[in-house]
C-alpha cells in the first residue's frame, strides 16, 4: 500500500518489533530506539544466542560426521566454505571435501552425499554435470586421500562429473604453481562445448620439486609464475581433457609491458587503523573473478586492485579498467548488478580471520565498495560495512555475497562471518543500507574461535548461509517497510536450474502480478502527495500521488509525466492520463470512463471496477507489459498502438461492451 | 548447554556407529525459532584420482577421519623460525640513528610489525599445542645453530658500524639476504614433510608470501639508492 506518513510510522514499528532477540526469553516488544538485537548475544558453538530482522530462519544444518572436529570447532582441516547450487541440491565446500545437500524443501535441508577429499579451500562451483573444486593446502593429494605423508600432492583445480550426485568421480585434477585458493566458471556464449575456469591462486608458489615449471622469479625475470591468473578449458564432453589453456597477465603495464603493473606498494605505510597491512594490498594475482559472460564483462578483486576484465574472448581476457582504494587492506571479492553498471567491491580486511568488526572500526575498513560503471570505467559511490559492532572474539569483516532477484532494485545478501549476514539495498549505489539481518553470539566468549558465515547466496527463493564452524542456515525473506511481499514473490519466480555466485547470468522476470504489485509497491515509496480521505472536487495529478483508501469526488487527471497510484480508493468521476509516467488502479472502483494514452511507464489496473469505458492506446514502456486484469469493465475496452501490448496474466476480466483492438481477448 | 548439545552429536555418532539411521530434532533454548537438526550422515563417498572409481566409507571410516596432526617438523619450523624473525627486529632497531632514508624508516617499521605479528602467532600455535617455545634468548648469535639467511656477528658489528647510505644498503643486503633465509626455512619444512597439518601449512604459506612481497620491496629501494 502506499506509504502515508501515518502508515509508514506504524509499519516502522512493525519492522522493529520483528527485529527480535530470541534468547529464550519471552518477547518483548521492541522499540524503534531499542539497541540493535546484534549486541550483546551470548557466546557458545552450537548454542550461542541470535537475532534476526526480517528474514525467516527457515533450517539449521549441523556439520556432518567427518567434517568437523567437535574438540575443536574452529579447526582449519574441517572449515566449512563456499557454495554452489544445482536443481535442488546445494554443494556446500569444506576444507575436507563438500557435502551435497537435499533443499527441495528448504525447511528441511538433509545432507544426501558426503564427499572426502582434503585440500582446502573446497571453493566449488558447478557447470550441468560437472564439478570444480579449488584446492591449495599442502596436504591434498590427485586421489583425495587422508594421508598426505603418501601419494601424489595434488594443488589445483579437480573436476568431478556429478551426473550421479550421490557418487561424485573426479575426473580431473589440473596442477597448478599456486594451486587455487578460489576459481570462477566463465562460459562462452559462441561455444558451449567448452567452459572455462578462471584460477585465482594466493598461496605461495609450490616447491619446484612437486610440479615443473613453477618459479619465484621477480617479476622483471623469465615467466614468473606470480602476476597472472589460470585459465582452464574443459570440454564439456571430455572433461578429463582439461587443461590450462592460458595464464593472462591482467596486471600488466601497457605502456611497458611490466606484468606488475598495478599496485605494488601499499597505498600508505600503515592502514588508517593504525596497525600493520594485513594482508598488503599488493597485486601479484586475483583472490576472486566474477564472471558475467553474458555482458562479455568479469569483475576481479586482485588483492591490491579492483579491475574491470573483457571476457569476450574466454581464453584472453582483458583488463579493462582499475581501482585503488586507501582504505583497501585486500579486494577479496565482486559482484555486479544485473544491469552490469554498478559492482560491488569486499574488502577482507585481517584475512577473515580477525575481529574486524570492532566498534573503534571505521565503516570504511574492511567492508563494500560501490562503483558505478559509466563508460566502462568505475567511479566509486560509497562504503557499506556490518552497521552494527562485533566482539573482540568474533573474527568478522565483508565476504561473499550474491543477489537477490528483486526488479527494479539491487539488493545483496552477504555474510560477514561471525558478523552473520547482512541484506544490504544499493539501488541507490551513494546510499547503501541494510534491510534484514541476521546473526549468532560468538562462539566463544573468551577467545577468538574461527566461525561464522563464509557465504551467503540467494538460490531459487531462500537465502543459504554456510557457516564455518556450525553448518547450513536457510533463511526466507519476510516483508517488512523495506521489502514488500510482492516484491519477495517477484524474486521468487527467479528460478534457475544451477547457480554459481561467481558467476552471473541475466536475470529475467516474467510478467506476473507479483513483478506488477512490485511495481507499485515501489512507486509507492516515492509518493509525493498522498490522499487517504475524502478529496471533492476534481483532482490535478502532479508528481507522484497516490490514493490510499482514498474517495475523490470528481474527475482525476493525470499530468504528462506524473504518476498515479490508486488502491482501495473510489473515483467518482472519469480518469484520464495523457503521456504519464505510470497509472496503477487496485482494488478500486472508477464511477466514469478510464482512458490512458502515451503512458511512458507501468499502467495496471487490476481488481478494479470501471464503471464506463476503458481505453488504452499508444503506450511505449519497453519490456513493461500494461496489465488490465480481474477487473469489472462497464462499457467497451479498446487498446490500440500499445508496445508492447496489454496482457491479463491469466486473470480474465469481464467487459461489459466489446472489446476491440489488442485488448480484444482480456476478457 | 553447550553439554546438552554435545550429547545429542555423541548420540548421533553412536547410532552411526552401529548402523542406526535417526534423526534428532532438538529445540535448544537460546536458539531461535529455527527447528535444529541434526542429520545423519547417509552415505559418504571418497573419490580416486581422475579415471578411478569413488569408494564408499563406513560409519567407523567417517569416525576415523582426522586432519593431519602437526609433526616434527612443523614444531621444529616454528621454534627455529621465531628466533630467525626476532633477529629482524634486532636489525628493524638499528636504523633509528643510524640511516637518513624515510623510506628505510617506513620498510624497518613495516618490517618490525609484521614479524612480530608472525611471532605472536608462531607462539600461540605452539601453546596450543603444547610445545614448548623456544628460549627468549635463542636469536643472539652463539645461542643456537644458525639458521638460513641470519646474521653472524660480525654481520651484526658491520650493520651497526654502518651509518647513512652505506648502512641503507647493508641492511636492505641483509634483510633480503635474512628473508630468503626464511623462503628457504619454508621450503626445507615441506621437505621434511611438514606443513600438512592445516594450520601449520597457512602459516608457512602466509610467512612465505608475506616474505616474498618485502623482497620484492627491497628489491626495488635498493635498484633506487644503487641509480
Known amino acids: 500500500m502506499p506509504s502515508t506518513p501515518r502508515r509508514t510510522i506504524r509499519s516502522a514499528l512493525a519492522a522493529g518489533a520483528a527485529a527480535l532477540l530470541i534468547a529464550g526469553l519471552t518477547p518483548g516488544v521492541a522499540h524503534a530506539d531499542d539497541p540493535d538485537p546484534r549486541i550483546g548475544l551470548g557466546a557458545g558453538w552450537l548454542d550461542a544466542q541470535s537475532a534476526l530482522s526480517n528474514l525467516e530462519h527457515l533450517a539449521h544444518l549441523d556439520k556432518p560426521p567427518g567434517f568437523v572436529n567437535p574438540a575443536n570447532p574452529g579447526d582449519f582441516g574441517f572449515v566449512t566454505s563456499d557454495l554452489a547450487f544445482t536443481g535442488h541440491y546445494a554443494i556446500m565446500g569444506n576444507f575436507n571435501g563438500f557435502n551435497v545437500v537435499d533443499i527441495a524443501d528448504p525447511a528441511a535441508p538433509s545432507v544426501v552425499t558426503s564427499v572426502v577429499c582434503p585440500g582446502g579451500q573446497g571453493d566449488v562451483s558447478v557447470h550441468g554435470d560437472l564439478l570444480f573444486m579449488s584446492v591449495e593446502e599442502s596436504r591434498a593429494r590427485v586421489d583425495c586421500g587422508t594421508n598426505p605423508t603418501v601419494g601424489e600432492r595434488f594443488q589445483g583445480v579437480r573436476v568431478f562429473d556429478i551426473s550421479d550426485i550421490t557418487t561424485p568421480t573426479q575426473v580431473a585434477a589440473v596442477q597448478l604453481c599456486r594451486g587455487s585458493h578460489t576459481h570462477s566458471v566463465v562460459t562462452d556464449p559462441d561455444d558451449p562445448a567448452n567452459v572455462y575456469v578462471y584460477v585465482s591462486g594466493t598461496a605461495g608458489v609450490r616447491p619446484v620439486a612437486t610440479m615443473a615449471g613453477c618459479n619465484n622469479n621477480p617479476a622483471s625475470g623469465e615467466d614468473p609464475s606470480r602476476w597472472r591468473i589460470d585459465v582452464i578449458k574443459v570440454p564439456v564432453a571430455d572433461p578429463a581433457a582439461a587443461a590450462v589453456v592460458s595464464g593472462p597477465r591482467l596486471f600488466a603495464d601497457p605502456d611497458t609491458g611490466a606484468v606488475d603493473g598495478l599496485q605494488n606498494a601499499p597505498p600508505a605505510p600503515t592502514h588508517p587503523s593504525g596497525a600493520n597491512w594485513g594482508p598488503t594490498p599488493i597485486t601479484d594475482a586475483c583472490h576472486d573473478i566474477t564472471a558475467y559472460p553474458a555482458l562479455g564483462l568479469a569483475a576481479g578483486a586482485c588483492e591490491g586492485n579492483g579491475i574491470l576484465i573483457d571476457i569476450s574472448d574466454p581464453a584472453h581476457p582483458v583488463r579493462l579498467d582499475e581501482v585503488a582504494d586507501p582504505n583497501f587492506a585486500y579486494w577479496h571479492s565482486a559482484t555486479l548488478t544485473n544491469d552490469g553498471r554498478k559492482v560491488i567491491f569486499t574488502d577482507e580486511w585481517g584475512g577473515g580471520t580477525g575481529a574486524r568488526c570492532r566498534p573503534t572500526d571505521q565503516a570504511s575498513w574492511g567492508a563494500n565498495a560501490v562503483f558505478d560503471i559509466v563508460d566502462g570505467k568505475m567511479e566509486f559511490r560509497s562504503y557499506y560495512k556490518l552497521p552494527v559492532p562485533q566482539t573482540l572474539t568474533e573474527n568478522c569483516v565483508a565476504h561473499n555475497g550474491s543477489l537477490i532477484p528483486v526488479p527494479g532494485r539491487d539488493i545483496m545478501a552477504q555474510a560477514w562471518y561471525q558478523g552473520g549476514i547482512s541484506l544490504v539495498d544499493y539501488t541507490d549505489s551513494a546510499h547503501p543500507k541494510e534491510i534484514a539481518f541476521f546473526d549468532r553470539g560468538p562462539i566463544s566468549a573468551t577467545g577468538l574461535v574461527l566461525g561464522g558465515m563464509w557465504s551467503a547466496y540467494w538460490y531459487n527463493g531462500a537465502v543459504y548461509g554456510s557457516e564455518i564452524a556450525r553448518g547450513l542456515d536457510v533463511f526466507g525473506l519476510k516483508p517488512s517497510v523495506h521489502l514488500t511481499e510482492a516484491e519477495i514473490a517477484a524474486a521468487r519466480q527467479v528460478q534457475l536450474p544451477e547457480f554459481n555466485a561467481q558467476h552471473q547470468t541475466p536475470i529475467t522476470w516474467a510478467p506476473s502480478f507479483a513483478v506488477a504489485r512490485a511495481r507499485f509497491d515501489q512507486l509507492a515509496r516515492t509518493c509525493t502527495t498522498t490522499i487517504d480521505g475524502r478529496h471533492n472536487g476534481p483532482l490535478t495529478v502532479l508528481g507522484v500521488t497516490c490514493l490510499d483508501g482514498a474517495t475523490v469526488n470528481g474527475p482525476v487527471a493525470v499530468r504528462r509525466g506524473a504518476t498515479l497510484l490508486a488502491i482501495d480508493s473510489t473515483i467518482s468521476g472519469a480518469v484520464s492520463a495523457s503521456s504519464a509516467a505510470a497509472v496503477h488502479l487496485y482494488h478500486s472502483t472508477v464511477r466514469g470512463p478510464v482512458s490512458v494514452s502515451g503512458a511512458t511507464g507501468s499502467v495496471a489496473v487490476v481488481d478494479t471496477t470501471v464503471h464506463g469505458p476503458v481505453s488504452l492506446s499508444g503506450g511505449s514502456t519497453p519490456g513493461v507489459e500494461p496489465i488490465i486484469a480481474d477487473s469489472t469493465i462497464n462499457g467497451p475496452l479498446s487498446c490500440s498502438g500499445n508496445s508492447p501490448a496489454p496482457i491479463n496474466l491469466g486473470g480474465a476480466n469481464t467487459v461489459n461492451g466489446p472489446t476491440g483492438g489488442q485488448c480484444a481477448s482480456l476478457d | ?227
Open chain 2, 1 to 227: 548447554m553447550l553439554g546438552s548439545r554435545r550429547l545429542a552429536i555423541a548420540a548421533v555418532a553412536a547410532a552411526v556407529v552401529t548402523g542406526v539411521a535417526v534423526a534428532l530434532i532438538v529445540m535448544l533454548p537460546g536458539d531461535d525459532t529455527a527447528p535444529v537438526t541434526a542429520a545423519p550422515t547417509l552415505r559418504v563417498v571418497q573419490p580416486g584420482a581422475p579415471g578411478q572409481s569413488a569408494r564408499t566409507l563406513s560409519p567407523a571410516d567417517v569416525a576415523g577421519l582426522s586432519a593431519p596432526p602437526h609433526n616434527a617438523a612443523d614444531t621444529a619450523f616454528m621454534t627455529k623460525m621465531i628466533p630467525h624473525h626476532r633477529q629482524a627486529l634486532e636489525m628493524t632497531a638499528l636504523v633509528a640513528g643510524r640511516s637518513r632514508s624515510a623510506e628505510i624508516a617506513q620498510l624497518a617499521e613495516r618490517i618490525k610489525i609484521s614479524q612480530q605479528d608472525e611471532v605472536a602467532l608462531m607462539e600461540r600455535w605452539l601453546v596450543d599445542r603444547r610445545e614448548a617455545l623456544p628460549s627468549p634468548h635463542a636469536n643472539h648469535v652463539g645461542h643456537g645453530e644458525l639458521m638460513p639467511g641470519m646474521l653472524d656477528q660480525s654481520d651484526l658489528t658491520r650493520l651497526a658500524a654502518a651509518e647513512g647510505p652505506a648502512f641503507d644498503r647493508l641492511f636492505l643486503d641483509y634483510m633480503i639476504r635474512h628473508h630468503q633465509g626464511a623462503v628457504t626455512m619454508v621450503d626445507q619444512l615441506y621437505q621434511a614433510g611438514g606443513g600438512m597439518e592445516p594450520a601449520s601449512d597457512r602459516l608457512a604459506r602466509d610467512v612465505n608470501a608475506d616474505q616474498q612481497i618485502e623482497i620484492g620491496r627491497m628489491r626495488e629501494l635498493l635498484a633506487k639508492l644503487a641509480a
